[in-house]
């Protein structure tokens, strides 16, 4: 595929609030980028137009009931044909923070035996309880099958903003240490949380802000074309984005969350 | 005929429960000898269904599309006829 031909779709609905930078870091890496209201593709039916699809950021139906779960049953419940295709064909999906939760609701994640009727896991809570909006280190753990971090080395410690009180993620408790291991083996674990010089945070605070599971930040599928995480990758793209800017004398270009847009572009210009 | 049904959303044994450890915690420092708060939310459906037992059917369809993750949650339903 070439590089103009890549359409995103940023699927919007009331309550989200990040799909205009979102939209910018992709239109930056000189892709077409589209913020869309859900209810535009339900009535256009036109989803599959799109090569790449994301979930942003914000706060979706006011986080009525679950965070997330509205938005998933009404995407499962108006617009489950075009969604399946999309799924069954391998086109990618990105879910950043209520995109993510959106999407453990939906089924999408973590996807061990492909979309799931019902969520597989939660995003719940935090753990010191409240909302954390700061910036965290994660550590890249992927082997490689996530279509959305090939830019970025495994092991390596990059640095992203979160912005949540429900990004605790958690298994049925009798399965999470078998989970556990078919995401490891599996290659489905992408980020997570540690301490600046990459050491796991263990689920203690401040290193992990919500005390998810494993210290888990994001996942992926089986096939690793569908890619979740609680940070804000589309926060970390610009040098100015970042918080100690004023107090370095050289700055580089761009902030590690570029990455993660980079990879999906380049995985789609090469391989397809 | 009209049917109530209350659909009460709990969380399950063994997962932590910090928004209960909070105000247990504020509870205490208010003075109250408290052990422990659990949390839960309480769903109050108004429905059409021709019998109880469907309206009962529908509540727990309810439960099991929306109101509750089964990774973390307990669900108890309770139907009434609303004359």
């Known amino acids: ?272 | 005929m009209k049917y109530a049904a209350k659909i009460e959303v709990s969380l399950k044994p063994g997962h932590s429960n910090p928004e209960g450890e909070t105000t247990s915690r504020l509870l205490v420092e208010l003075g109250y000898k408290v052990q422990a708060v659990d949390v839960s939310k309480l769903y109050t459906v108004h429905l059409d269904a021709t019998s109880l037992a469907e309206a009962e059917a529908k509540a727990e369809e309810m439960s099991k599309r929306l109101l509750a993750n089964p990774t973390k949650d307990n669900y108890t339903i309770s139907v009434a006829e609303v004359k």
């Open chain 1, 1 to 272: 595929m070439k590089i103009e031909e890549i359409k995103v779709c940023i699927m919007r609905v009331g309550g989200t609030n990040c799909d205009s930078e979102t939209q910018r870091a992709f239109q930056e890496l000189g892709v077409q980028a589209e913020s869309v209201h859900v209810n535009e593709l339900i009535k256009r039916r036109n989803l599959l137009d799109y090569s790449v699809l994301v979930f942003p950021g914000g706060f979706s139906f006011g986080d009525y009931v679950r965070s997330g779960v509205i938005f998933a049953r009404h995407l499962s419940a108006n617009l489950a044909k075009e969604m399946e295709t999309f799924i069954d064909e391998g086109r990618p999906i990105l879910g950043i923070c209520n995109g993510f939760q959106i999407m453990v609701e939906y089924g999408l994640l973590p996807g061990f035996k492909g979309v799931s009727a019902y969520p597989e896991a939660a995003l719940t809570t935090n753990e010191p309880s409240g909302f954390k909006c700061k910036w965290v280190h994660l550590k890249q753990e992927n082997r490689g099958k996530c279509a959305f971090t090939g830019k970025i080395p495994v092991g390596k410690v990059i640095s992203l903003p979160i912005a949540h009180g429900e990004g605790r993620l958690l298994f049925p408790k009798e399965k999470e240490e078998a989970l556990l291991k078919t995401l490891i083996d599996e290659d489905m674990l992408v980020f997570r949380y540690c301490t600046k010089e990459g050491d796991f945070a263990e689920g203690k605070y401040p290193a992990s802000p919500n005390g998810s599971f494993y210290d888990i930040a994001g996942i992926c599928n089986r096939e690793g074309n569908i890619f979740g995480l609680m940070p804000h990758p589309e926060r970390a793209m610009y040098w100015w984005q970042q918080p100690d800017w004023t107090r370095q004398q050289q700055m580089m270009e761009y902030g590690d969350g570029k990455l993660i847009f980079q990879s999906i572009i380049d995985k789609l210009t090469k391989t397809s």
